[in-house]
């Protein structure tokens, strides 16, 4: 009965964690300091952000990243981690940019927790050229999920784009941060974690 609790064990803990099947590479569990000098975050006036470290919900490792927002109608947030960010700090993936072998790989998938709010989450990922690219996110269930987005299923931000931005519509590599943006005016509480690279299956 013992080795089969174990085994029920190890089946739930690969699951909700960090997996790291053979070709994913997590490039950013939130683990370590989460403040204003290792997360680029903030808000338009009268809108509001914070993050912190978040200890029981969690997907993997010993934390996950806690997002608190309050967004009003035609405000922003953004709340970002890569490189070539306002804030340096912010650089803090597990492995560097042009470290990665992009080529292996055709998806970022990450963990969130929902609150089946009917949100809607964008997440930006900033490409070499510096153009961002955007795929949305539904908070439409409760609890953890793991969500994989294919680099073909990014589209390119049209509302807004850098001064610098090479705007050449091409998902240019290394991909160099990632942002998440809610949508929607309202206020609430996300949590993500477990941000990897991954390569999947042309289903559809
Ligand atoms: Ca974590
Ligand atoms: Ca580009």
Same mark, same amino acid.
Do not use: C, H, P
């Given at each position: 009965m013992k080795s089969l609790h174990f085994i029920a064990m190890g089946v739930f803990v690969i699951i909700l964690g960090c997996s790291q099947g053979p070709v994913d590479l997590v490039i950013?569990?939130?683990?370590g300091d989460i403040h204003s000098e290792t997360v680029d975050f903030g808000a338009s006036e009268e809108s509001s952000v914070e993050v912190a470290a978040e200890r029981?919900? /969690?997907? #993997?490792?010993?934390q996950s990243l806690k997002i608190e927002y309050v967004l009003k109608p035609s405000g922003y947030m953004w709340v970002a981690r890569g490189?070539?960010?306002?804030?340096?700090?912010?650089?803090?993936?597990?492995?560097?940019p042009e470290e990665i /072998?992009? #080529?292996?790989?055709n998806a970022l998938k990450l963990s969130m927790y929902g609150s089946n709010a009917g949100g809607v989450v964008a997440l930006d990922i900033k490409d070499a050229g510096g153009e961002m690219w955007r795929f949305l996110l539904d908070d439409d269930f409760e609890g953890w999920k793991e969500i994989t987005c294919r680099f073909n299923d990014f589209f390119v931000r049209r509302d807004w784009q850098p001064e610098?931005?090479?705007?050449?519509e091409v998902l240019d590599f290394p991909l160099m941060s990632f942002q998440f943006e809610r949508r929607l005016p309202g206020e609430g509480t996300y949590y993500f974690d477990c941000i990897k690279l991954a390569k999947v299956k042309k289903s559809r």
């Open positions: 950013d569990n939130f683990e029981t919900i /969690k997907a #993997s490792g010993m490189y070539n960010l306002d804030v340096k700090g912010a650089g803090q993936w597990q492995i560097r /072998k992009w #080529s292996q790989y610098t931005a090479d705007r050449n």
